[in-house]
């Protein structure tokens, strides 16, 4: 199966894809009788690199390939541009290996205007780059305001000829680092962040680490799916089914011993309570994938919907907590007795 073909089957079985329970259902938030605060005066507004947006939600990375991502990229972008949400697009590896951009250029700057968006690239596909400064064909082509370097290697080990040789792979992203005219974000591709690798990338010139813990969407399974010869390696299907970090977990095991770093969530996020919570757990931004992709693939009116119920769910919650801006919710407002460890 060629690159396009899989990119479409990602679409496909990820639109199937039922979401598991979440970590964030066992996290539970301090409620006030008396939150002295006003609902509507409540400030979502965040920056994103000098530029501000009305939530401190944006869209996660989804999808690259497929002449179909074009029409999904469209929508989510100009939904943000409606809200002012920032936007992170899909791998775009196709672009330096094939020429293709599938949308994946002007257009969707054009779409989002002047707001936050992030460049995609695989770190196992860095070695095969002739040079570091061929990364300039996907910055400069969408104005990047940062470039987004995703870790798979679960996802890879289980896709027909998938790349397996992750040696010197931080060497490769501390050379982007170095290279790079944008800030560099680490996103893990639904299995977290461990600490270890963390404080690799964070030592490397990394600034912002975007968890992705499990509980979204299982890029695993549909590379299983996916393989026709999956049966050779493995007896059954569901066998790493449990492999991995949650999101919380990930936060809270990097906030303590990197309290430093920057840290973005995303992997499970299913409305704005889940947003909040993860900002309660230590991250600045969170990010949305699963629960846009279905909007996404019908217009630019069905991603309005799910943002702005997210914008509500997040200002009900910080209501509900007697919190007046979101970049003051913290650990204190978690209830006492909630597990978080």
């Known amino acids: 199966m060629d690159n396009i073909g899989r990119k479409r089957g990602h679409i496909g079985s990820a639109l199937d894809q039922e979401q598991n329970q979440s970590c964030f259902d066992s996290i539970r938030l ?19 690199f000098d530029k501000t947006t009305t939530a401190p939600f944006f869209v996660s990375s989804m999808t690259g390939g497929p ?16 809200l002012r949400i920032a936007m992170g697009v899909g791998s775009q590896r196709i672009s330096i290996q094939d020429g293709e951009t599938f949308g994946l250029n002007w257009s969707v700057r054009h779409a989002i205007g002047n707001l936050p968006l992030f460049a995609n690239f695989g770190a196992v ?11 300039g064909r996907i910055l ?4 990047a305001d940062a470039l ?12 027909s000829n998938g790349d397996t040789d992750w040696r010197n792979i931080i060497g490769h992203i ?5 290279w790079s005219p944008v800030p560099v974000v680490v996103k893990e591709v639904g299995f977290g962040l461990d600490l270890d690798s963390s404080k690799e990338l964070v030592a490397a010139g990394v600034k912002i680490l975007d968890v992705a813990g499990t509980g979204g969407t299982r890029f695993a399974d549909i590379e299983i799916e996916l393989n026709t010869n999956i049966g050779e390696i493995l007896s059954t299907n569901d066998v790493f089914n449990n492999w991995g970090y949650t999101t919380a977990e990930c936060l809270i095991n990097i906030s303590r011993a990197l309290p430093s770093t920057t840290c973005w969530a995303s992997g499970g996020v299913r409305n704005g309570l889940d947003v909040a919570k993860s900002m309660c757990l230590g991250a600045s931004a969170v ?29 009900i919650t910080c209501f509900g907590l007697g919190v007046q801006a979101v970049g003051d919710l913290n650990t204190t407002h978690i209830l006492d007795g909630t597990r978080v460890d």
Request: glycine share 2%.
């Open 287 to 315: 990010g949305i994938a699963g629960r846009l992709l279905r909007p996404a693939t019908e217009s630019t009116d069905a991603v309005l919907t799910v943002m702005k119920q997210f914008k509500s769910e997040l200002r």
């Open 148 to 159: 987004i370097l995703h870790l798979n290697p679960m996802q890879e080990v289980f896709q």
């Open 67 to 82: 002449s179909e991502s074009e029409r999904i990229n469209r929508h989510l972008a100009e939904a943000c541009n409606e």
């Open 140 to 143: 400069d082509p969408i104005e």
């Open 125 to 135: 596909n860095l070695p095969h780059l002739k040079a570091v400064e061929e990364l």
């Open 30 to 48: 301090k409620h006030r009788s008396l939150p002295n605060v006003s609902l509507e005066q409540i400030v979502l507004d965040t920056q994103f």
């Open 174 to 178: 501390s050379e982007v680092c170095e």
